[in-house]
Structures are given as C-alpha cells and as structure tokens.
Nanobody
Framework: QVHVVESGGGWVLPGGSLRLSCDASGRTSSTYSMAWFRQAPGKEREFVATKRRGTGATVYADTVKGRFTVSRDNGKNTIYLQMNSLKPEDTAVYYC????????????????????WGQGTQVSVSS
C-alpha cells in the first residue's frame, strides 16, 4: 500500500506564493509518476501538473503554465508545487496523486492514470 500526504496549503493574498509538498510512502520500491490536481467547490477535479516517472517529463495545465512549477527530489517519490502569482480562481483543494504505470504523456492529465491519492490540502487566494 502507498500512502500519499500533501502539506503546505493555506491562505494567501492575490499575487502571492505558496509551496505545496507531497510525499508517497509505503510500498514505494518503484518510482511513480506524480501529479497535482485541484477541485474547487461545485466543480470537477482538474489537472494541474505532473512529472512522469522515468523521463521526468513535466506537463502543466494551460491555466497555471508560467506561474506554477513542479519539481521532484531525485529518485524519491516526493514532489513539490511552487505556486506564484496566485489568483482567486486558484482557490481549491489541491490533491497529490501517484501512478505506477507508463502511459503516454497526454494520459497523465487524467485522474485515471493514478492509483494513489492524498486527502488534499486547501489553498485559498483572496483579499
């Protein structure tokens, strides 16, 4: 079993920054593709960013490209999401996910690519 835990959420003014962390522990002898998704009240869960296992290729949603950066501790199942220039529309519960497969890069935008999920951390952006 793999246990995924996020941390680092909170409240910030528009234009501010936050850094989220995610650690996948447990049966983690393999490296996982790891991603961030978010879900705002009344909306579906949406893709934010992912870092693929093996190649380390990174994909971002268009809504966060240029503002958010995902990084990873080398060889570890720990990733970070640096969020800059935050906007009120970034307010959501942010979820970290881990997946063991080797799908094509575009499929990593889908929740179906990930077997393990954290409980989420709240990010609130408002004045």
């Amino acid at each position: 079993q793999v246990h995924v835990v996020e941390s680092g959420g909170g409240w910030v003014l528009p234009g501010g920054s936050l850094r989220l962390s995610c650690d996948a522990s447990g049966r983690t002898s393999s490296t996982y593709s790891m991603a961030w998704f978010r879900q705002a009240p009344g909306k579906e869960r949406e893709f934010v960013a992912t870092k693929r296992r093996g190649t380390g290729a990174t994909v971002y949603a268009d809504t966060v490209k240029g503002r958010f950066t995902v990084s990873r501790d080398n060889g570890k199942n720990t990733i970070y999401l640096q969020m800059n220039s935050l906007k009120p529309e970034d307010t959501a519960v942010y979820y970290c996910a881990a997946g063991a497969g080797n799908p094509i890069l575009s499929f990593l935008r889908s929740t179906s690519a990930y077997e393990y999920w954290g409980q989420g951390t709240q990010v609130s952006v408002s004045s």
